[in-house]
């Protein structure tokens, strides 16, 4: 990145550090039963819900304590259950016909990051009916109150229950990208480990990780506060501690419930202090491929983490600390952390290399990362399109194999 362009970066990012105490953030309230919800919408005076979810949460039965707790409360619930993963702009505006169609006052998000981002982009559409999704795209372009949002999470990493970020494809383009706004902040989360216990291995070691990639990211950044420090740590502990017990036995109600936590301090902590290039180039690869988010997350890690050297050393150092990891001195520490980050997801059958990575698709997808990442996320090394170029090689296939033929 040329020098103009890394001043111009790291002022923008100041300035928001600078923000953050006079800027409207917020956690969620915390429910610890969807047998919560009725009494919140009767005492709200709301009587006809919408509830966005995906077919295969809803299949697997996951939806139904809620919807026959709510219709027998007297609340009506129109049911949008089409959503896919890496949500897209055509399941939006579905929803939000569904949502006008039926009278709704208040909006559902059931399932995964997918679900949760979609019934936020749907809020956002609620409040602004004559803006399309492609002008929210970026931060601070809501602004406007959108309708009661609850989050109920059956995944534990999206952390997309405690954030004020929505990531949407749109459906013409393949064009994936985040709409940043405090007003998409949930305000009630659900975290029930029961609605995670049917979740399959892969999903678990997915979105765990996910969940761990936002709390790194955050912490080694160069934004964060005293609040943010210390979730991101916390989060960083119940993972390494919990994931694979997560992992290995689906009835250990203890270890999902402290990932469903880890995956919400995690999130409370990118919210305030933004992530970094693992998130902007997965995020590319999931418009493009359709690569699942956590997935795409989790192959990247470790060679983004490892790319930034000595910058990251220090940050990575305290990490390798606070789960217990030792080492001489800070780069000992940082690279035996990432060295475990890799021992752990071999152990959760992560693959090394994402293989529907195309060579002449990558000057492209780096350029979506370069406009997502810069000037926003206070990354510890600054990289432009060109230079971020490199991550999509160091994970595809073809180039791992032609450089060990």
């Known amino acids: 990145m040329n020098r103009v362009k890394k001043i111009y970066c790291r002022i923008f990012q100041e300035a928001f550090h600078i923000a953050i105490p006079f800027l409207p953030y917020r956690k969620p309230r915390i429910l610890n039963g969807m047998d919560e919800l009725p009494r919140l919408f009767l005492d709200k005076k709301i009587d006809s819900v919408l509830l966005v979810t995906d077919k295969s949460i809803r299949g697997f039965g996951l939806t139904k304590p809620l919807e026959d707790g709510l219709r027998n409360a007297g609340i009506k619930v129109a049911v949008y259950d089409s959503t896919v993963a890496n949500p897209t702009t055509d399941n939006v505006e579905e929803a939000r016909q569904l949502y006008l169609a039926s009278g709704c006052e208040a909006i559902i998000g059931f399932g995964g990051g997918s679900s949760i981002d979609a019934a936020k982009a749907v809020g956002a559409r609620i409040a602004y009916p004559k803006k399309p999704l492609s002008r929210m795209e970026g931060i601070l372009k809501v602004l406007r109150r959108i309708p009661l949002l609850v989050a109920v999470p059956t995944t534990a990493g999206t952390g997309s229950e405690t954030t004020l970020a929505s990531v949407i494809v749109d459906s013409g383009t393949r064009h994936k990208y985040p709409i940043n706004s405090f007003p998409l902040i949930p305000r009630y989360a659900v975290l029930d480990p029961e609605v995670t216990r049917t979740l399959p291995q892969s999903i678990t070691a997915t979105t765990g990780l996910d969940a761990l990639t936002h709390a790194v ?160 996320y206070p990354v510890p090394m600054l990289m432009d399109a060109k230079e971020l170029e490199v991550f999509y090689r160091m994970v595809a296939a073809e180039h791992r194999i032609t450089a060990t033929a």
């Open 217 to 376: 990211e955050a912490f080694i950044g160069r934004s964060t506060t005293k609040d943010t420090r210390r979730d991101a740590i916390e989060a960083t502990k119940l993972i390494f501690a919990n994931l694979e017990k997560a992992y290995r036995d689906g009835n250990d109600m203890d270890a999902r419930r402290a990932m469903l936590k880890a995956a919400f301090l995690a999130g409370s902590a990118f919210t305030k202090s933004y992530v970094g290039y693992v998130h902007a180039v997965a995020h590319s690869l999931g418009g493009r491929y359709n690569t699942p988010h956590g997935l795409a997350n989790a192959v990247l890690l470790p060679y983004v983490l490892s790319y930034y050297g000595k910058s990251a050393w220090k940050k990575l150092a305290i990490l390798a600390d606070a789960v217990g990891i030792k080492g001489r001195d800070d780069e000992e520490k940082a690279m035996a952390f990432i060295t475990e980050i890799r021992r752990m997801e071999h152990e959760l059958r992560i693959p090394e290399t994402l293989p529907e990575i195309r060579e002449e698709d990558i000057e492209e997808l780096s350029g979506y990362a370069d406009k997502e990442a810069n000037p926003l």
